[in-house]
């Protein structure tokens, strides 16, 4: 019996050992910041990222006063950037890549790897590694410092997917979709123009500190303006975002060209800002919801859910959802309705009406 307790004495402790031997050499602490330094702790100080594939496809991200800029010409995207810095943080070594995977890991690094370059508020150098594709387990991704002689297996602890998408080096994932943003106390005007529905257009204007909405006089003359439902509308243009861009794509142009416009909304500030967007319809697919349950507020032949615009004078092409424009897209006499009408709309006058087929359905949206 004594005996049987001292050999589990004596295997608890081997075990013990070749588990704290096995930890410790899992662990970042066992490899040196100039072989496997991956992480950062103290994002607050990075000041600037440069990014860059071989081909030279690159982003530049700098911290200024008024925020993360890309390429000294675009605001940031907030959550690309975070997802990045979360990742600087929590990212950690957890191997040498092997012998039998090195070639082909340097490989995949050098051809189809990221460099990105990590500076400090006061332009410092911080860190530089490469960024390569998965590793052979499956499990981490293969990185390598700049000047190191062999790769490392990284993984964000928790994450089970690999880390090379948070190192991207398309514009596009980088720059912020704002399609309008001015607060509501700076708004100056809100022009929205219904394409070939001049009755559901208006202007919305701030004159002398009240808000006034000008529409056709057959809506304004439907009772008095409903100034809670102005001062509420001008809510609606701050944060409106846009899905993503479509810039570059083929025929994008030619899309453009034949997609009937949906509407034009001009957005004016006190301080001379000026957002617009010209928007236009997107084509019924084999993904619109609309193809099983009819949507009053779009025409059959087009998708309820998505739809194209064109902002920023006309240099970019972007897609807008429905849903993050659905308080937006009011009409004109939803203005000079009382509350009360609220759930049990009256009817607008019938030139309001969306013609579908044979049906006349009219738009039920409040604000």
Known sequence: ?????????????????????????????????????FNIKDTASIGKLFLVRPDGESVLLQRTDSGWMLNNRYKALRSTLDQLMGTLVKQMPLYPVTE?????????????????????????????????GTAVSGTGTNMLMDGA?????????????YLTPRYTVRL??????????????????????????????YRLVREGGELNVIADPSIMNMQPLNKRRAGVYV???TNVNCEGYLNGLPDMKATLETAPLQSTIE????????????????????????????????????????????INGGNDTVMIQQFAFRNVFHKAYEFYQSDSATGNMPAPPSNVIWKKGDKSVRANKTL
């Open 1 to 37: 019996m004594r005996k049987t307790l001292l050999y589990l004495v004596i295997l608890a402790v081997l075990g013990a050992g070749i588990y704290f031997a096995f930890f410790r050499e899992s662990t970042s602490s066992s490899f040196s910041d100039k072989e496997a330094g």
């Open 267 to 310: 957005v004016t500030g006190l301080h001379g800002q000026h957002q617009r967007a010209d928007i236009y319809w997107m084509a019924i697919n084999k993904r619109s919801k609309n193809l099983q349950t009819t949507n009053p507020d779009v025409p059959d032949d087009y998708d309820s859910d998505r739809l194209y615009a064109v």
């Open 100 to 132: 039998a995977a090195k070639k082909n890991a340097m490989e995949v690094l050098s051809t189809e790897g990221v460099k990105i370059e990590i500076y400090d508020r006061a332009g410092k150098k911080m860190r530089v590694f490469h960024v390569g």
């Open 172 to 201: 596009t994932d980088w720059r912020d979709r704002t399609v309008f943003n001015i607060p509501q106390e700076e708004i100056k005007s809100i022009s929205v123009q219904y394409a070939g529905k001049p009755i559901n257009s």
């Open 149 to 161: 002689e062999k790769p490392y297996v990284v993984h964000v602890p928790g994450f089970n997917g």
């Open 235 to 237: 809510r609606a243009f």
